[in-house]
T-cell receptor, first 116, second 112 residues
Framework: GAVVSQHPSWVICKSGTSVKIECRSL??????MFWYRQFPKQSLMLMAT?????????EQGVEKDKFLINHASLTLSTLTVTSAHPEDSSFYIC????????????FGPGTRLTVL | QKEVEQDPGPLSVPEGAIVSLNCTYS??????FMWYRQYSRKGPELLMY????GNKEDGRFTAQVDKSSKYISLFIRDSQPSDSATYLC????????????FGQGTRLTINP
């Protein structure tokens, strides 16, 4: 199947700093990517839909000024957690649909963010 | 009521057993049904997807969809310890921004 990578896989930062997470589709182009967060023993919660060349669409309750999304190319989307606080600590995962349709989405390995 | 309901388990079975994982849903407009496997601290991995009622088989895995009952299942035959993971069902509405709707996930442990 298609490969989606994320970087970094694990990051620790101090409260008040900003952290950028990258999501790349390695062997296919993705005009749309999705960002999720996952708390321990819980399912994935969709945060936003990242669209290449346009603004991201955020889910209800997700602060767009806190979670900045940029989809600058057909293979790269970034999520920046601004002014991070301990409650932002979570597992962040991106996904991208393959060229065969949205029913065939491939997920990145995830980024574990810990805010001290 | 959640759109997709999935028993979180945990479910523990002996090696070699047949495992049955299930989800129910309330929205009859769901058209695609997926099963993902997620190992601890990893991203979900797509196992199978179907779009019609009936069975779809891939190796030891069989996905079953019953649209009349709004019920989907994933069967794992000859279960192995390496199958121990969380299994998530996901569904897709055609025409609704193409966003996956996930079940809560079932934690499965296969005991050697």
């Amino acid at each position: 199947g298609a490969v989606v990578s994320q970087h970094p896989s694990w990051v620790i930062c101090k409260s008040g700093t900003s952290v950028k997470i990258e999501c790349r589709s390695l062997d296919f182009q993705a005009t749309t990517m999705f960002w999720y967060r996952q708390f321990p023993k819980q399912s994935l919660m969709l945060m936003a839909t990242s669209n290449e060349g346009s603004k991201a669409t955020y889910e209800q309750g997700v602060e767009k000024d806190k979670f900045l999304i940029n989809h600058a190319s057909l293979t790269l989307s970034t999520l920046t957690v601004t002014s991070a606080h301990p409650e932002d600590s979570s597992f962040y995962i991106c996904s991208a649909p393959s060229g065969r349709g949205y029913n065939e989405q491939f997920f990145g390995p995830g980024t574990r963010l810990t805010v001290l | 009521q959640k759109e997709v309901e999935q028993d979180p388990g945990p479910l523990s079975v002996p090696e070699g057993a047949i495992v049955s994982l299930n989800c129910t849903y309330s929205n009859s407009a769901f058209q695609y049904f997926m099963w993902y496997r997620q190992y601890s601290r990893k991203g979900p991995e797509l196992l199978m997807y179907t779009y019609s009622s009936g069975n779809k088989e891939d190796g030891r895995f069989t996905a079953q969809v019953d649209k009349s009952s709004k019920y989907i299942s994933l069967f794992i035959r000859d279960s192995q310890p390496s199958d121990s993971a969380t299994y998530l069902c996901a569904m897709l509405l055609k025409g609704r921004a193409q966003k996956l709707v996930f079940g809560q996930g079932t934690r499965l442990t296969i005991n050697p």
